[in-house]
């Protein structure tokens, strides 16, 4: 039975190959915005012009967003990847784990690309939080033990 909603006690850990191979823990999260996953595509539909509706199975990338404060050490991370991506003119892979023990769950994340990157942060009275991108391949849930 879930205690709470909260997601003050969420953990997010990720890798990325070739930089950060053991799983790193993000901290610093924006107040208001952890993270998002844009919905997915369930099926790929089409109206024929006799009125009828056919539709097929078709795999669909995981588009998340993840929100860190201007200040948090885990903005590096991001800095890190971009610039290794920039130098090395190639792309690299991460996976991931979200951890949400309010209920009771977690998702495993797989293949993720950086896909968005803020490079400095918006600047108001205060500074903004970083919303950086990553498409995932795949993501998987499963209850916590």
Do not use: C, H
Not at 1 to 10: G, H
Not at 38 to 66: C, K, R, W
């Amino acid at each position: 039975m879930p205690k709470s909603i909260t997601s003050a006690n969420a953990v997010y850990t990720l890798s990325i190959s070739d930089l950060f191979t053991s799983p790193t823990p993000l901290q610093g999260f924006s107040a208001d915005d952890i993270f998002t996953t844009s919905p997915l595509a369930s099926a790929e539909t089409i109206m024929g012009l006799d009125g009828y509706l056919s539709a097929g199975f078709v795999f669909v990338p995981v588009v998340q967003q993840i929100s860190l404060q201007a200040d948090s050490d885990s903005n590096t991370i991001f800095d890190q990847w971009w610039q290794a991506s920039q130098l090395a003119k190639d792309i690299y892979a991460a996976s991931g784990v979200v951890l949400l023990p309010g209920i009771n769950f977690q998702w495993t994340l797989t293949k993720g690309y950086l896909t968005s990157y803020p490079p400095i942060p918006d600047a108001a009275k205060t500074l903004r939080p970083r919303r950086f991108g990553i498409t995932w391949q795949s993501v998987f849930p499963s209850p916590i033990a």
